[in-house]
C-alpha cells in the first residue's frame, strides 16, 4: 500500500518463539515508524527510525527490538519477552509530514 | 502532555447525518493536526489536515474545526454514508522536525442506511 509493503499479512506463533515482521518501502522516506494496534487502544509507537543506523524507543518497546540497515527496510522482531504479542502491526513512513500506513500484519500467538 | 484526547469511543449514525468527533490536546508545541481514516483490516490513511493559523479546514464532505484558545480540533462528516463507516483517528505534533504524531484513541463509525 502506498510503497510499503508489510509481511507476512498473517502470522501465528507459539509461546517462546521470536517472530520477524517485514517492512520494506519504496518511498525514498528516511524516517519508519511501528505501531501496535489493539481494540480500543488507538496507535502506539513501539520504535521508530529517522535515519539509517540509528532508532529510538517509542512508548512500548519492551519486548520489540528493530534494526535499520538499509533506508528501504525496517523489521520489527517480536520477542519472546513480548507477553501479549497478539496484535496488528503497522509498519509507517513519514514523508513532507505525512505518514503512510503499511497493510499491516496481523501476530496471532497460540 | 503528550497525550491527545479523543471522543466519543464509538459512533452510530443515520445516513445523512453529520457525525462529531472531538479531540483535545495539552502541549502548546503541537501545530499540525491530522485526521486519519481506517478501514477494517487496512492501514489508516491521511484523510485531512489543519495547521493553527485557521480555524477550519473544507475538503469535500469532511470539515475540520480548530480552537486554539480551547486546545481543541473536531471532525465533521457532512451528509454521511454507509461508506464512510471506518476508524478515524485525530493526531498532533509539531510540524517542524521529526517527532512523531502522537495519536487519539480512536473513534469507530458506523453509518446505518
Known amino acids: 500500500d502506498g510503497g510499503i509493503t508489510q509481511s507476512p499479512k498473517y502470522l501465528f506463533r507459539k509461546e517462546g518463539q521470536n517472530v520477524t515482521l517485514s517492512c520494506e518501502q519504496n518511498?525514498?522516506?528516511?524516517?519508519m515508524y511501528w505501531y501496535r494496534q489493539d481494540p480500543g487502544q488507538g496507535l502506539r509507537l513501539i520504535y521508530y527510525?529517522?535515519?539509517?543506523?540509528?532508532?529510538q524507543k517509542g512508548d512500548i518497546a519492551e519486548g520489540y527490538s528493530v534494526s535499520r540497515e538499509k533506508k528501504e527496510s525496517f523489521p520489527l522482531t517480536v520477542t519472546s519477552a513480548q507477553k501479549n504479542p497478539t496484535a496488528f502491526y503497522l509498519c509507517?513512513?513519514?514523508?513532507?509530514?505525512?505518514?503512510?500506513f503499511g497493510a499491516g500484519s496481523r501476530l496471532t500467538v497460540l | 502532555q503528550q497525550q491527545v484526547k479523543q471522543s466519543p469511543q464509538s459512533l452510530i449514525v443515520q445516513k445523512g447525518g453529520i457525525p462529531i468527533i472531538n479531540c483535545a490536546y495539552e502541549?502548546?508545541?503541537?501545530?499540525?493536526f491530522p485526521w486519519y481514516q481506517q478501514f477494517p483490516g487496512k492501514g489508516p490513511a491521511l484523510l485531512i489536515a489543519?495547521?493553527?493559523?485557521?480555524s477550519e479546514k473544507k475538503e469535500g464532505r469532511f470539515t475540520i474545526s480548530f480552537n486554539k484558545s480551547a486546545k481543541q480540533f473536531s471532525l465533521h462528516i457532512m451528509d454521511s454514508q454507509p461508506g464512510d463507516s471506518a476508524t478515524y483517528f485525530c493526531?498532533?505534533?509539531?510540524?517542524?522536525?521529526?517527532?512523531?504524531?502522537?495519536f487519539g484513541k480512536g473513534t469507530r463509525l458506523s453509518v446505518i442506511a
Open positions: 502541549n502548546t508545541a503541537f501545530d499540525y
Open positions: 518511498l525514498n522516506h528516511d524516517a
Open positions: 489543519i495547521r493553527p493559523d485557521v
Open positions: 493526531a498532533a505534533n509539531p510540524f517542524s522536525g521529526n517527532t512523531p504524531l502522537v
Open positions: 527510525s529517522q535515519i539509517v543506523n540509528d532508532f
Open positions: 509507517a513512513t513519514a514523508g513532507a509530514n505525512v505518514l503512510t
